[in-house]
């Protein structure tokens, strides 16, 4: 999906260029940026390869250090035939590479995956190909797919707007969350950044991030994009893509505190979900939970992931406590979140979460500090 999403947008952006290639790129800013336009365009042509040798070199420190040129002389046809091309090279590295591959970006969490490296591709295609018709006097709206797709892979955090009559306005809200755009209601954005799934690896697995994206396919009955082992996905992490999907649509979804799919290193198939129920509360609690399929049971998956959850929650300054409320009579879970570090609650602290937290008197309450 994330080839064929690169290949569109930069259809859609050469296709509009391509009526103004007569017009002056050089003597013309391109919207608000300081660039011209035709710097703008090259700009587009460099990100491309740029993210498509990221992430086909496998570069896991830094950026690639290499750079592209334009020939003395390049017109603006001629600029438009270097973005087709660095485009096809792009879109052909996404489809070929596989998804457990992740590459060097520096932010948020210092890598992406293939969809992430997609996402900025075409994010970086559809503003900057604004910025430009905005230069030109051109007007420009992108296929809607398009800003869907990258808000709801490396914008998580973003609540789309709400359209004219019905459904989402995606496009208005990736201007407005980077700058180019003012939307009723939101404060103006004067500095923004996009953000890429967050990966914790342990020896054996790794807790892959699920983006906005990959929980409304969850929700929808979908795989989310993961090779799952047999009867999975699982009813656990469907629920929890449900809850997922409802919080980033309200805008109170973090991706540090959201779904993780359970991935396992030898053969890239997902095995579980694991993740929280929402942001820490006031006092810097969170509530853990998980699924694991019942092929996978027995390995200490479970343990090995919620440990490795566990350790990287509680090493931010924002929470105080995790804890698992858990049926009395599931044993081997209660084992899962000892062997974990988990600890059973006091009696004061169960009561406390059945009276404030309508926690069912079936639950009991492990915490780990």
Not at 196 to 212: E, H, S
Request: net charge negative.
């Amino acid at each position: 999906m994330g080839g064929e999403r690169a290949t569109e947008a930069v259809a859609s952006c050469v296709a509009l260029l391509r009526t103004a290639v007569d017009q002056d790129w050089e003597g013309v800013k391109a919207g608000r940026l300081e660039w011209s336009c035709h710097k703008t365009a090259f700009h587009i042509a460099e990100d491309l390869i740029a993210y498509g040798g990221q992430l086909a070199g496998r570069a896991q420190d830094d950026y690639v250090p290499f750079e592209i040129t334009l020939d003395d002389g390049t017109d603006n046809e001629g600029l438009l035939q270097v973005i087709e091309t660095t485009g096809a090279l792009f879109a052909a590295v996404i489809r070929t590479t596989p998804r457990e591959v992740r590459a060097f970006h520096p932010y948020p969490f210092r890598s992406a995956d293939r969809e992430g490296f997609a996402a900025m591709g075409v994010a970086e295609v559809l503003l900057h190909t604004h910025d430009i018709a905005e230069g030109l006097g051109l007007t420009y709206e992108p296929p809607a797919e398009l800003p869907e797709f990258v808000l709801t892979t490396i914008f998580p955090h973003i609540r789309p707007e709400p359209g004219p009559e019905s459904g989402t306005d995606h496009w208005r809200t990736l201007l407005w969350a980077t700058g180019r755009a003012d939307l009723p209601g939101r404060p103006p954005v004067t500095e923004w950044r996009w953000n890429n799934n967050l990966v914790i690896p342990t020896d054996r697995l790794t807790l892959q991030g699920v983006t906005p994206a990959a929980a409304a396919d969850l929700r929808d009955g979908g795989d989310g994009g993961f090779r799952w082992v047999e009867g999975g996905p699982f009813d656990g992490t469907r629920e929890a893509a449900k809850w997922m999907t409802k919080a980033y649509e309200g805008g109170v979804h973090r991706p540090e505190w959201g779904l993780f799919v359970l991935v396992r290193r030898e053969d890239g198939r997902a095995v579980g979900g694991m993740g929280f129920h929402g942001v820490p509360d006031d006092e810097g609690r969170a509530e853990v939970g998980y699924d694991l399929a019942a092929s996978a049971r027995g390995h200490g998956y479970a343990t090995e992931a919620l440990t490795a959850l566990s350790e990287s929650a509680l090493a931010r300054d924002d929470v105080q406590l995790l804890y698992a409320a858990i049926e009395h009579d599931n044993v081997p879970s209660q084992a899962v979140v000892t062997r974990a570090g988990y600890v059973r609650a006091t009696v004061e602290e169960e009561r406390m979460a059945r009276e404030e937290h309508d926690m069912e008197q079936s639950l009991r309450l492990y915490v780990r500090r």
